[in-house]
């Protein structure tokens, strides 16, 4: 199964465009950070289509907006001027969410209209991940006497 969960901040205004067919389709660039202190943050383009998620990606999200976004990653080939292809990763996107918009269930294809606050909100519950940081010691188990096993007959 293809199924991606990204929380991540939206660089510039979405692009709402359509297709020869008049599909409409959002396109946005977001940016989550690296997993590795020193290393760049990652940038992904992120897609939606269809009449309601675009527009409303359109609409109500905007550069700089903390967001959580699910979808399923793609991988699209490009051939580029000089000879050779490129592959590049993109998020289709099928649900949006603003962080700080409150964490209520939404259903495919839809959003939650962004918070009046214009300040990114953490939830209280996200615990960020060092990869770096030394792995915690587990708690030593209570000693127990090792058996006896000359007594075991064989």
């Known amino acids: 199964m293809n199924s991606c969960v990204l929380m991540a901040r939206i660089l510039g205004e979405p692009e709402l465009r359509y297709t020869p067919d008049n599909t409409p ?84 294809g839809t959003t939650m209209t962004p918070s009046a606050s214009t300040s990114p909100v953490t939830p209280s519950n996200v615990v960020p991940i060092n990869p770096m940081a030394p792995a915690p010691n587990p708690a030593p188990a209570p000693s127990e006497p090792e058996p006896n096993l000359d007594d075991i007959p064989f």
């Open 25 to 108: 389709l959002a396109q946005i660039t977001i940016e989550f950070p690296a997993l590795r202190e020193g290393d760049p943050a990652c940038r992904l383009k992120a897609v939606g289509w269809g009449d309601n998620l675009s527009q409303d990606i359109q609409q109500n999200y905007h550069d700089g907006d903390q967001v959580i976004l699910t979808g399923r990653l793609t991988m699209n080939t490009i051939e580029r001027p000089e000879g050779f292809k490129e592959k590049k990763a993109e998020l289709v996107i099928s649900q949006i969410q603003a962080i700080g918009a409150g964490l209520g269930s939404t259903s495919p």
